[in-house]
């Protein structure tokens, strides 16, 4: 199966994620060499080209966002190699690893997406400002970026940079509509000189509604509509009077909204049929403001100072269902706000005997307005009730008695508080010098300083009388029913707690070494070894209400790179290979088996995973772009103990959860100078398990996706007909048992048509 889709991916026919920008190179420095054909990597800071950048990378300009049809950050993602998208697009995992967590436990992210530079945190990537119109180029990583990024970037980070203005008048709209998900998007963006030379501007905007694909049986309405509204500008000021001085200034408004995940797939449904049953239809909201001003000034001699002060405000609002079923009264609601500071400032340095930059680096992350509220219905089976009525000495049929008194289920009221402020300062180098001709070191080291300060607050209150001992149908059971009632009682007395703000602190040092030598004047080879690293942190136990603290966790990534062009440099095949060892894993444990609230992080977790990602790319002929991808992965627990609802195991020698060990891709795009257009593009993701320590199988299956968009594109205006999943192939892509022990989950979106037009000048 592998051999014939890699084969046939070689000869697929679509613009590769390594093509050519069309950003103007007079007004983007990641643009700088697009005369000579080179794509230009900017996420590490230093404007390198691909084949100067042993880091595995994959560049999608926006040439292939556009000629791919690709809507969301999502989509990139689909379709590059070592990495995967959990069913509902709300995470992903690079080489195996989860971008929040593979082991359960911590709350920093193992990945980081940043958007002009702002990091976005994680409810943003639920439904937040993650769609691609007017952007300029996406850049994914893979492997730790550390040294550059700090924070979060233990798996790699995914780095989005908009269309910056041009003294040049342009200007760009698009309308697409598609079929069985009702999508409709109208974009626009315009932009050109304010002062010739000296200030220029520019406006996108883009305004998108979706029916969805889910149908709620109980309130007869979509379940998953899907809104957003974003807006964005620009300015560039390079002043006549001040020539070495260059700002580009940005200010972004989005509102993105969406609604559930999940639909029944169980008896009378079938996940095909996309039903969701909740009678508390689900909604989360983000709404983003983002400001960033990026100043570079050129000293002269090969030296530059750059800026980058960044603030974020993103607000995440949700309300739901607990029990995603038609029972009434159970309703949970978040608000998560973040407002986030950094400020950067490099000293670039493109000598001749070295070349890189020397920085520092200051963020504060305020999310102390997080709140949570909620009435539900606590099941007594989840809380580890029947386990311990069972240890003492009752028979299985006076157990189920006795929870059949309570319905199973305890209803409660809870809000919960969780304040918290983290400040991160870093100084970092990373530095190359060229020891000959052909052979270069280099050299980075990090050191991350970070102070977190949190507290909690919760309230519990049982929101229904219990079973009256005195009034039993069978007598006998009034002493057991008396101690039951005793023990929820006092359990939710004990969940109410206050624990005052307080702060921890981690600090690292983070090192990087590498050696790259050319073997000839396009081909060379690499070697990298380097620390990755994610902050410790803190917890509150809900069940127990007691605080915790937990370390941090480190990685060592040891990569070999390939880096080569061929017949003119029409043709590129690149390739990374690498091992990770892992250790002080963030793990999730249950102190009390069988009692899901009673949870707290250790670091008890010990990992190794190795792969490789190979990457073609290459233009036959100039109508013709060629594209293929392969990665595989391979992750393993060397050291994981762990319980998991009523299930006591180790999970040592198994897999990571999603983490499949083959993705591949590839396609491509034919353009004919009489207009004609088609692309035609494929990825492949092998099975994976969901779950770390229950591996009897694979229980998402493989796919392969099959998408094209073909129409004609004139000099200013083109007409398309675009599909997604060709071949309609219906596999679930996540499913679950949930509270109510029915099973919900996802499936992959069927075969969607859409039409689109689309104009520029």
Do not use: C
Not at 204 to 222: F, W
Not at 457 to 469: H, K
Not at 517 to 524: F, M, N, R, T
Not at 610 to 624: C, D, F, I, K, M
């Amino acid at each position: 199966m592998l051999s014939r889709f890699l084969g046939s991916a070689l000869l697929l026919a679509g613009t590769a994620p390594l093509a050519y920008s069309q950003t103007p190179a007079a007004t983007n420095p990641a643009a700088s060499s697009a005369d000579s054909g080179d794509i230009i990597v900017t996420g590490q800071k230093t404007n390198r080209t691909l084949q100067e950048t042993p880091a595995s990378v994959a560049v999608v300009t926006s040439e292939s966002i556009s000629n791919q049809n690709l809507i969301s950050v999502y989509d990139i993602l689909e379709r590059t190699p070592n990495l995967a998208v959990d069913g509902n697009k709300t995470t992903f995992s690079i080489r195996g690893i989860d971008a929040f967590s593979v082991s359960g436990g911590g709350d920093g992210a193992l990945a980081s997406v940043y958007l002009d530079g702002a990091v976005m945190p994680r409810t943003a990537l639920t439904a937040g400002p993650l769609d691609l119109y007017d952007i300029a180029q996406v850049e994914v990583f893979r492997g730790p970026q550390s040294t550059v990024q700090g924070r979060n970037a233990l798996a790699g980070a995914v780095i989005i940079r908009t269309t910056d203005p041009s003294y040049e008048w342009t200007g760009r709209f698009r309308a697409l509509m598609t079929d069985k998900d009702g999508q409709r998007r109208v974009g626009a963006a315009i932009g050109g000189p304010l002062v010739d030379g000296q200030l220029a501007f520019r406006l996108a905007g883009e305004i998108a509604r979706a029916d969805g694909l889910i149908h709620n049986v109980t309130t007869h309405r979509d379940a998953d509509r899907r809104e957003s509204e974003t807006l964005r500008a620009k300015l560039l000021l390079t002043p006549d009077f001040l020539p070495a001085l260059r700002v580009v200034a940005t200010f972004m408004h989005d509102r993105h909204q969406r609604g559930t995940f999940y639909s029944e797939f169980q008896a009378p449904y079938d996940g095909r049929d996309r039903i969701a049953t909740e009678d508390v239809m689900d909604r989360q909201t983000v709404k983003s403001d983002i400001g960033t001003v990026e100043i570079g000034y050129d000293l002269g001699g090969g030296l530059s100072l750059t800026s980058v002060t960044n603030y974020s405000d993103i607000r995440f609002r949700s309300i739901a269902d607990p029990d995603r079923g038609p029972t009434p009264g159970q309703t949970s609601r978040v608000y998560d706000p973040v407002k986030t500071f950094q400020q950067e400032l490099r000293f670039n340095i493109d000598k001749s005997w070295v070349h890189g930059l020397i920085g520092g680096y200051y963020l504060r992350d305020d999310n102390r307005g997080y709140q949570f509220e909620a009435t539900q219905s606590l099941n007594l089976t989840r809380l580890g009730v029947d386990r311990q009525l069972l240890a003492m000495g009752l028979p299985q049929a006076t157990v189920n008695a006795v929870l059949n008194l309570y319905g199973g289920v305890v209803p409660i009221r809870n809000s919960l508080s969780q304040p918290r402020l983290t400040e991160n300062y870093a100084g970092f180098a990373d530095l190359t010098f060229p020891v000959t001709d052909r052979f270069r070191i280099n050299a980075g080291l990090r050191y991350d300083h970070e102070t977190q300060e949190r507290g909690a607050t919760q309230t519990v209150v049982i929101d229904r009388a219990l079973p009256d001992p005195a009034n039993l149908s069978i007598p006998a059971l009034a002493p057991i029913i008396t101690q039951l009632n005793a023990i929820l009682r006092a359990t939710a007395a004990n969940a109410n707690s206050v624990e005052p703000v307080r702060p921890v602190t981690y600090t690292a040092w983070l090192p990087k070494i590498g050696l790259t030598y050319d073997l000839a004047q396009d081909v060379s080879l690499s070697f990298t070894a380097q620390r990755g690293y994610r902050a410790g942190g803190a917890g509150l136990n809900q069940q127990r209400a007691q605080a915790y603290d937990f370390n941090p966790e480190y990685t060592w990534n040891y990569e070999f790179a390939l880096r080569s062009e061929w017949f003119d440099r029409r043709l590129t095949l690149n390739a990374n290979a690498y091992w990770i060892d892992w250790k002080d894993q963030q793990v999730s444990v249950q102190l009390t088996p069988g009692a899901v609230f009673d949870t707290q992080v250790v670091n008890a977790g010990k990992s190794r995973l190795y792969g490789v990602e190979v990457e073609l790319s290459g233009r036959p002929t100039p109508t013709l772009n060629l594209y293929a991808g392969a990665g595989y992965s391979n992750t393993k627990f060397q050291e994981f103990n762990v319980m998991i609802g009523s299930l006591s195991a180790a999970a040592q020698g198994n897999e990571f959860a999603r983490a499949p060990h083959w993705t591949i891709s590839g396609g491509a795009t034919f353009h004919h100078p009489n207009g004609l257009f088609a692309n035609l593009n494929a990825n492949y993701r092998s099975a994976y398990y969901q779950d770390t320590v229950d591996q009897a199988f694979r229980d998402i299956p493989g796919r392969t996706l099959v998408n094209a968009k073909i129409g004609w594109q004139g000099e200013h205006v083109g007409a398309f007909l675009t599909a997604t999943n060709i071949f309609d192939v219906q596999k679930p892509s996540q499913f679950f048992t949930d509270f109510d022990r029915r099973v919900r989950g996802t499936f992959i979106e069927p075969r969607i048509l859409g039409l689109s037009f689309e104009g520029r000048f």
